[in-house]
T-cell receptor, first 114, second 114 residues
């Protein structure tokens, strides 16, 4: 039972490079989201999706793009990495309105931008 | 817009003593409230939730939380702390009136001393 799978676990980028953080879930959840975790700032919502083809911005969307072509996958794209994007990124999914409102989290991606 | 405040960066308690980790929230609709825990070098785990019903909710590892609508609070409690409870605790809120975003607080680090 895989749950939410994130890849890669670690990544080092140079300023200006682009990359995609992958997130996949096998629970058929409609809701998926991306957070970044920084010391003293908790988890901040980057983007979220309520189903295939539907995405919306969270609290800190600038510098990130998302798409949701399938229910299972929700990749996060950094278009031109900046040192301020050094963080730990978590993907999460849930099935709101079905009685189990909690978020299921992936194990995280630690990203360093030099 | 919804928000969560965790007024204490850190809480220190002695093993065997009761612990409280504070959380207040702001949301326009009905609050769906959650507590998550993050152990060192691990992902986030769900502890408990309040959706509706009894104001006192019980969760994993002996934790409980009390929903207080008039004070807009959802404090996490445990009658007798264990050293193994030492971790980072996050309070989160979702707008139950059709909202999908889950917003987190900045987190409170709990230290339980033997």
């Amino acid at each position: 039972n895989a749950g939410v799978t994130q890849t890669p676990k670690f990544q080092v980028l140079k300023t200006g490079q682009s990359m995609t953080l992958q997130c996949a879930q096998d629970m058929n959840h409609e809701y998926m989201s991306w957070y970044r975790q920084d010391p003293g700032m908790g988890l901040r919502l980057i983007h979220y999706s309520v189903g295939a083809g539907i995405t919306d911005q969270g609290e800190v969307p600038n510098g990130y793009n998302v798409s949701r072509s399938t229910t299972e996958d929700f990749p996060l794209r950094l278009l031109s990495a900046a040192p301020s994007q050094t963080s730990v990124y978590f993907c999460a999914s849930s099935e709101p309105g079905q009685g189990d409102e909690k978020l299921f989290f992936g194990s995280g991606t630690q990203l360093s931008v030099l | 817009a919804q928000s969560v405040a965790q007024p204490e960066d850190q809480v220190n308690v002695a093993e065997g003593n009761p612990l409280t980790v504070k959380c207040t929230y702001s949301v326009s609709g009905n609050p769906y409230l959650f507590w998550y825990v993050q152990y060192p070098n691990r992902g986030l785990q769900f502890l408990l939730k309040y959706i509706t019903g009894d104001n006192l909710v019980k969760g994993s590892y002996g934790f409980e939380a009390e929903f207080n609508k008039s004070q807009t609070s959802f404090h996490l409690k445990k009658p007798s702390a264990l050293v193994s409870d030492s971790a980072l605790y996050f309070c989160a809120v979702r707008d139950g009136n059709g909202g999908f975003k889950t917003i987190f607080g900045a987190g409170t680090r709990l230290f339980v001393k033997a």
